[in-house]
């Protein structure tokens, strides 16, 4: 049977709309996101929405003695399939610009600015708008200006209601304040600050949970204190514009050895607090951290239970309440968590720095050494959570 598309091909000819592909309905996208992409803009960037290439002055780097660049790139992974199932599509800005802008600054790095890709099988003014809404709301949290993007139409390869994001940033530091393994030292102070829920990481381990366990993410949870899927699609916390205020607050002298200063930045992403922690420590020390200073939020306890999944697993797949942590010297440590919590940033100490001993048990899934093709230090979890 000939569907009506056919039949109107026939007769005048094969188009790109026919094909899938409506430009008209991405035109009138970009006319609903404008406002909010130009409310990120700052002095320093240049043109208007809809340009080939995002421009951005970079003059101000000629104040720095020696600047360097840091980029980075990420998604939303399979977050935004409970996104899709709502209908809701607002919220997971944050969650690209999080998992983006937040890497660069784990650095010292202040990101600058940031672009953003969409891939969906049909363009949906509205909706195309409320991701781009959602990501630039994040940029404003973050400081980062965002000063362009691409939304593409992949008919047949996408259903009508799916999508993917993707995003890049760009952030520069002075090569003397960059942070990371070597100015941590033994001593060191390890600060946690709290993550607002799951973030974006491990939602495929959390959906098939939730699927076996036959729940509907319409199911008030009272635990939760909400539906299912509220819980779920909690924004991830961005936290660029506070490390960096900490990092400004408590500034390193150019030394790697110098002590009442930010050492580091860990950001609690896919693996877990203790590989993303032992990333950021240099071979020969052992960051201790302290289960009982922190109660595991209730969402991380109910995918716990509803799975059986076992803690080793959950504790190398989901934050389980912490999103990024800070490595200070002792000296700042209390100042630093007085800091983040005065902003609003839920923060505690959770640990310290060691060197490495024969006294100190290295195996058992309590203990990790390096990660993701870091071959650094080492983090050891110990005691029950509170």
Not at 99 to 108: A, H, K
Not at 164 to 193: C, Q
Not at 236 to 243: G, H, I, K, L, Q
Request: aromatic content about 4%; hydrophobic content about 45%; glycine content about 12%.
């Amino acid at each position: 049977m000939t569907s009506a598309s056919s039949a109107a091909e026939n007769t005048t000819g094969i188009t790109y709309a026919s094909a899938g592909v409506d430009v008209e309905a991405g035109d009138r996208a970009v006319e609903l996101m404008k406002d909010a992409v130009k409310a990120t803009h700052n002095s320093s960037v240049l043109g208007g929405v809809g340009g080939f290439a995002g421009l951005y002055d970079v003059s101000k780097l000629v104040a720095f003695k020696k600047p360097l660049l840091a980029t980075s790139t990420d998604g939303v992974g399979t977050k935004v399939a409970i996104a899709q199932a709502m209908d809701i599509h607002d919220t997971i800005g944050f969650d690209l610009v999080g998992m983006v802008v937040d890497d660069i600054v784990v650095v010292g790095a202040e990101p600058l600015f940031m672009t953003d890709y969409i891939a969906c099988g049909k363009v949906v003014p509205e909706r195309i708008a409320d991701i781009v809404r959602g990501i630039a709301a994040a940029c404003s949290v973050a400081g980062t200006a965002l000063v362009g993007g691409e939304t593409a139409e992949h008919p047949g390869l996408l259903g009508e209601h799916e999508y993917d994001v993707a995003g890049a940033a760009t952030g520069v530091v002075e090569a003397d304040a960059l942070l990371g393994p070597d100015r941590v030292r033994a001593g060191d102070v390890v600060i946690g600050m709290a993550s607002s829920g799951l973030h974006s990481n491990g939602y495929s381990l959390v959906r098939r949970v939730i699927n076996h366990a036959g729940w509907a993410l319409d199911r008030q949870v009272s635990e939760l204190g909400r539906t299912l899927g509220e819980e779920l699609l909690e924004p991830t916390r961005v936290y660029a514009a506070d490390c960096l205020d900490l990092a400004r607050a408590f500034p390193v002298s150019g030394l790697a050895s110098a002590p009442g200063a930010v050492h580091g930045f860990s950001h609690v992403t896919g693996g877990g607090l203790a590989a993303n922690l032992a990333r950021v420590l240099p071979q020969g020390l052992v960051a201790t951290v302290d289960r009982a200073t922190w109660e595991l939020p209730a969402i991380f306890k109910l995918v716990s239970e509803l799975g059986n999944v076992p803690l080793a697993d959950l504790e190398r797949t989901l934050n389980l309440g912490v999103g990024m942590v800070a490595i200070v010297s002792p000296e700042i440590a209390d100042a630093a968590v007085a800091r983040l919590n005065e902003r609003g940033l839920p923060s505690w100490v959770m640990g310290t720095v060691e060197a490495d001993s024969d006294s100190i048990i290295k195996s058992g899934p309590d203990y990790v050494q390096g990660a993701k093709g870091v071959d650094g230090g080492a983090v050891r979890l110990v005691n029950a959570y509170a």
